[in-house]
C-alpha cells in the first residue's frame, strides 16, 4: 500500500498526471529521519571528496570524565568542552580547518553500569595535509586538560591514529556517527532530548535540495483509497520522497571554487 508520512499529505498535478507526497522532515518520522540521515552523510562524503587532495579527514570520538557521567552532568560539560576544544583546533590550524560534531547518548555502557545515560561526541575534522595532526595520545591530555575527556580516539579501532582512507570509510563513517539520529517506528530517538545533536563548522559545505512547486495542489484523500484515486484520475504514484528535484553541493575545493 502505498503511504506517506505521519503528518504528510497528498498533493496532485494534473498537468503531469501525478500524486505525490512529499515529506513532512520531522526528526520523529522514521522516514524522513531516515533520508535525513543519508543526506548528513552525503554531505560529510560530499565535503570530504572536495578535499581529498588537499585535506585529511580524521575521526574522532570523546568520552567524557566519570565526574560528569555520574553527575549526570554530561551534557553540559561536554558542550563547554568542545566549544574550547574546537576554538583550539582552529588556532592550530587556521588554513581552511573545518568541522562536523554529533553528539550521542550513551546507555549501559560497560564500566558506568550504575550511571545514567551519558553523552559523547563523534567529530570529523578536515586538516590540510601541511599541517600536524593531533593524534590519540595528545587528543586525550588536551580533552582532560579542558575538562571534557575521559576516553579519547583518534581514527577507528581498526585503524587508530590514521586518517580516513577513501570515499567508502568515510561514508561508513559518517552513517555511524548519525546512526542515533533515525527514529524507530513510533517516533522514538535518542538524540531527541539532545540541544542541536549535530553541528557543523560554518565553512562546511552544504548540500541544496531544490523541488518542483508550481503546479501541485492538494489531494484530500485517505491512505487506503490512493491507488483507487489514481486509477480514477488516470495518475501515476511517485514512490515517497520521489518527486523531480535536484540535490546539488556547495562546498569549497581544492581551487577555492
Same mark, same amino acid.
Given at each position: 500500500m502505498w503511504k506517506k508520512c505521519e503528518r504528510g499529505i497528498w498533493l496532485v498535478n494534473w498537468k503531469k498526471r501525478q500524486i505525490y507526497s512529499p515529506p513532512c522532515g520531522l526528526k520523529a518520522c522514521p522516514d524522513c529521519s531516515k533520508r535525513n540521515r543519508k543526506k548528513i552523510a552525503l554531505r560529510?562524503?560530499?565535503?570530504?571528496?572536495s578535499l581529498e587532495k588537499t585535506h585529511d579527514a580524521w575521526f574522532y570520538t570523546i568520552t567524557p570524565n566519570s565526574d560528569a557521567v555520574r553527575g549526570g552532568t554530561s551534557a553540559s560539560v561536554m558542550r563547554a568542552?568542545?566549544? $574550547?576544544?574546537? $576554538?583550539?583546533?582552529?588556532?592550530?590550524?587556521?588554513?581552511?580547518?573545518?568541522?562536523?560534531?554529533?553528539?550521542?547518548?550513551?546507555?549501559?555502557?560497560?564500566?558506568? =553500569?550504575?550511571?545514567?545515560?551519558?553523552?559523547h561526541m563523534h567529530v570529523i575534522v578536515f586538516?590540510?595535509?601541511?599541517?600536524?595532526?593531533?593524534? =590519540?595520545?595528545?587528543?586525550? *591530555?588536551?580533552?582532560v586538560q579542558l575538562g571534557i575527556g575521559w576516553k579519547c580516539l583518534v581514527g577507528t579501532k581498526e585503524r587508530p591514529d590514521m586518517p580516513l582512507s577513501g570515499q567508502r570509510e568515510a561514508y561508513y563513517v559518517a552513517k555511524y556517527a548519525t546512526k542515533q539520529?533515525?527514529?524507530?517506528?513510533?517516533?522514538n530517538i535518542s538524540n531527541m532530548a539532545i540541544p542541536r545533536a549535530i553541528s557543523w563548522s560554518?565553512?562546511?559545505g552544504q548540500l541544496e535540495e531544490k523541488r518542483e512547486s508550481e503546479g501541485w495542489a492538494v489531494l484530500h484523500a485517505d491512505d487506503s483509497s490512493i491507488?483507487?484515486? *489514481?486509477?480514477?484520475?488516470?495518475?501515476?504514484i511517485k514512490n515517497l520522497h520521489l518527486i523531480k528535484g535536484v540535490i546539488s553541493y556547495r562546498g569549497e575545493g581544492e581551487d577555492g571554487s
Amino acid at each position: 500500500m502505498w503511504k506517506k508520512c505521519e503528518r504528510g499529505i497528498w498533493l496532485v498535478n494534473w498537468k503531469k498526471r501525478q500524486i505525490y507526497s512529499p515529506p513532512c522532515g520531522l526528526k520523529a518520522c522514521p522516514d524522513c529521519s531516515k533520508r535525513n540521515r543519508k543526506k548528513i552523510a552525503l554531505r560529510i562524503l560530499r565535503q570530504w571528496s572536495s578535499l581529498e587532495k588537499t585535506h585529511d579527514a580524521w575521526f574522532y570520538t570523546i568520552t567524557p570524565n566519570s565526574d560528569a557521567v555520574r553527575g549526570g552532568t554530561s551534557a553540559s560539560v561536554m558542550r563547554a568542552g568542545w566549544s $574550547k576544544l574546537r $576554538k583550539r583546533l582552529s588556532r592550530r590550524y587556521p588554513k581552511s580547518f573545518r568541522w562536523v560534531c554529533v553528539r550521542e547518548m550513551t546507555k549501559g555502557a560497560k564500566v558506568y =553500569t550504575d550511571a545514567p545515560p551519558f553523552i559523547h561526541m563523534h567529530v570529523i575534522v578536515f586538516i590540510p595535509f601541511d599541517y600536524e595532526p593531533i593524534l =590519540t595520545e595528545r587528543l586525550s *591530555a588536551i580533552s582532560v586538560q579542558l575538562g571534557i575527556g575521559w576516553k579519547c580516539l583518534v581514527g577507528t579501532k581498526e585503524r587508530p591514529d590514521m586518517p580516513l582512507s577513501g570515499q567508502r570509510e568515510a561514508y561508513y563513517v559518517a552513517k555511524y556517527a548519525t546512526k542515533q539520529l533515525v527514529a524507530d517506528e513510533d517516533g522514538n530517538i535518542s538524540n531527541m532530548a539532545i540541544p542541536r545533536a549535530i553541528s557543523w563548522s560554518q565553512n562546511f559545505g552544504q548540500l541544496e535540495e531544490k523541488r518542483e512547486s508550481e503546479g501541485w495542489a492538494v489531494l484530500h484523500a485517505d491512505d487506503s483509497s490512493i491507488e483507487r484515486v *489514481a486509477e480514477y484520475h488516470d495518475c501515476s504514484i511517485k514512490n515517497l520522497h520521489l518527486i523531480k528535484g535536484v540535490i546539488s553541493y556547495r562546498g569549497e575545493g581544492e581551487d577555492g571554487s
